[in-house]
C-alpha cells in the first residue's frame, strides 16, 4: 500500500475506513485506467460514499467544467462503470486523450461530451471516432450540477459555427490533419488541407514548408507525405487562392482529380467545425 493522505477534513465528521487509489497526476476536465505503469497512493475514505463499488480518487485539471463547480485541483471520486444517465459528468477518452465532460443524448439520437465553460465547444460523437467511457462522476465534493438547460445552450453554440471563428489550437490542427490522411490518394492532395490552413491564418501564406513539417511531424509513417516544392508548383489558377473559392472549372486538374483535391479541403474544414 502506498503512502496514506490525509484528507479526512474534506469529508466532515465522516469515518475514513476505506483505502481505495489516489491519483495525483489528474483528469483532464485522465483517468485511473489510463495512467499508465505509475502505481497509485493510497487514502482512506468514507466507506458509506464508495458503498463498495470500483471507485478512484482523482483531481481535477482545467477550467472546462467550471460550470458545474469542478475546478482545478478539486477532489473527485470516479466510479469505474459503462452504465449512466443522460446527463450526468462522465470521464471517456476520445482518440487518445482523457476528459471529464457531461454525457448527452439529444432528441435525434446523438451523443455528445458536453463542457460547462462556454469558451469550450460540445463535441459531437461520430462512428469514426475512437471513444471509450471509462467511467462517471460519483461523487464531487462541490456537489457539481447542470441543467438540461445549459447543458442544450452549450451544443446550440457549438452548432452555431458561423457566428464566430474559432481559435484553431495545435490539438485541432493535428487532429483534423490525422481525419484528412485517411482520404490522401497523392502528396500534392496536401495542398487542400494546407490552403484552408492559410486561409484561416494558422499557417502564412506560401509557407508550404511549415505545412509540410507539421505534416510529417504529425503522421510521419504516411505513405503520401507532401513536398514543399510540389504543393508551391500546384498552387495556380484557383489553387492559389482561398478555398472557398475553388471550382473544377478554374482549377489545373478537373473531374476525379480536381475531387481528390476538394474532398480533402472539405474534410479538413468540417473536422477543424467550419463547416
Known sequence: MGQQIDYQDVFSTLVCDTPVPYYDMGISCGLPNEMGDVPPEMMLVPGILTMGLNVSMVKARGDSMIGVGIHDGDLLMVETTSHFNNGEVVAAVLDGEEMLKTYYMDEQGRHWLVPAN?????????????VRFLGRLMWHFNKPHDTMRNIRATIARSEEKKREIPILTRNDVV???????????????????????????????????????????????????????????????????????WTDEK???????YQGYYEAGKVMLEELGFL
Open 175 to 245: 487532429y483534423a490533419l490525422k481525419r484528412v490522411a485517411t482520404i490522401i490518394k497523392t502528396g500534392r492532395q496536401w495542398l487542400a488541407p494546407c490552403r484552408v490552413l492559410i486561409d484561416h491564418s494558422y499557417i502564412a501564406t506560401n509557407r508550404y514548408d511549415l505545412f509540410c513539417e507539421l505534416v510529417r511531424e504529425t503522421l510521419p509513417d504516411h505513405k503520401h507525405l507532401p513536398q514543399a516544392a510540389e504543393l508551391q508548383r500546384m498552387a495556380v489558377d484557383c489553387f492559389s487562392k482561398p478555398f472557398e473559392k
Open 118 to 130: 462556454e469558451h469550450y465547444k460540445a463535441t459531437l460523437l461520430k462512428e469514426e471516432m475512437n
Open 251 to 257: 482549377a489545373p486538374v478537373h473531374g476525379k482529380r
